[in-house]
């Protein structure tokens, strides 16, 4: 079965630009979880998506923002991107919210310069 | 609000010995987990627990949940277990969860030396 895959892995943009990562979940999970990592914060839970609706939400500015399909693929988009935004993101699948056993992707690391 | 402390932060051991790292949180909750995450970044899910104890292989966690308090014990340790191990969990809607999604311990950098 194959594992979560995040698009893209790597990525560089400079402030006020935004950008769009993608999480395809593992076959059968309906959960996609969306977490950031950060040397300072370490990680912090950004939003949860379930059959296509945002469950739960973390504390984050509104420039932060995500979307799951109907076929559990996820997206999350930061608008105006800020330095402090440089960070790894990473996503996670489940069967069905974060009570069940947690499938990280890679990650995608950002860079804001 | 919903506070993860993990120790030691950071542990140096020699090969065969056995380790443990703690994991206390301060609310109610409705599950813990247990990841390990290596140079590079990936993370893999080590153990969910909402009561008791779980093994697999050399890897043992335990929870008391009267205490707020989890352990992760590595037995006969060896140096492919050098990683970041980090304690999450999930307060109960009573706890204000529901809404946060999990709340993480800053993490344990273990180095196992030949």
């Known amino acids: 079965k194959a594992g979560v895959t995040q698009t893209p892995r790597y990525l560089i943009k400079t402030r006020g630009q935004q950008v769009t990562l993608s999480c395809s979940p593992i076959?059968?999970?309906?959960?996609v979880s969306w977490y950031q990592q950060t040397p300072g914060q370490g990680l912090q839970f950004l939003f949860e998506?379930?059959?296509?609706?945002?469950?739960n939400k973390g504390n984050f500015p509104g420039r932060f923002s995500g979307r799951q399909f109907s076929n559990s693929r996820s997206e999350m988009n930061v608008s105006t991107l800020e330095l402090g935004d440089s960070a790894l993101y990473l996503c996670?699948?489940?069967?069905?919210?974060?009570?069940?056993?947690?499938?990280f992707g890679p990650g995608t690391r950002l860079t804001v310069t | 609000k919903n506070e993860v402390e993990q120790s030691p932060q950071n542990l140096t051991a020699q090969e065969g010995e056995f380790i443990t790292i703690n994991c206390s949180y301060s609310?109610?909750?409705?599950?813990l987990h247990w990841l390990q995450q290596h140079p590079g970044g990936g993370i893999v899910s080590l153990f969910m627990?909402?009561?008791g104890k779980k093994k697999h292989g050399r890897l043992i966690a335990t929870i008391n949940i009267q205490e707020k308090h989890s352990s992760l014990h590595i037995t006969a340790s060896h140096p492919r277990d050098s990683a970041v191990y980090i304690c999450?969990?999930?307060?109960?809607?009573?706890?204000?969860?529901?809404?946060?999604?999990?709340?993480f311990g800053k993490g344990t950098h273990l180095i196992i030396q030949p």
């Open positions: 996670a699948s489940s069967l069905a919210g974060v009570t069940y056993e947690q499938y």
């Open positions: 076959s059968g999970h309906r959960s």
């Open positions: 998506y379930f059959s296509e609706t945002q469950r």
């Open positions: 609310v109610g909750i409705s599950a």
């Open positions: 627990l909402s009561s």
């Open positions: 999450a969990v999930e307060p109960t809607l009573l706890s204000g969860g529901g809404a946060d999604g999990l709340t």
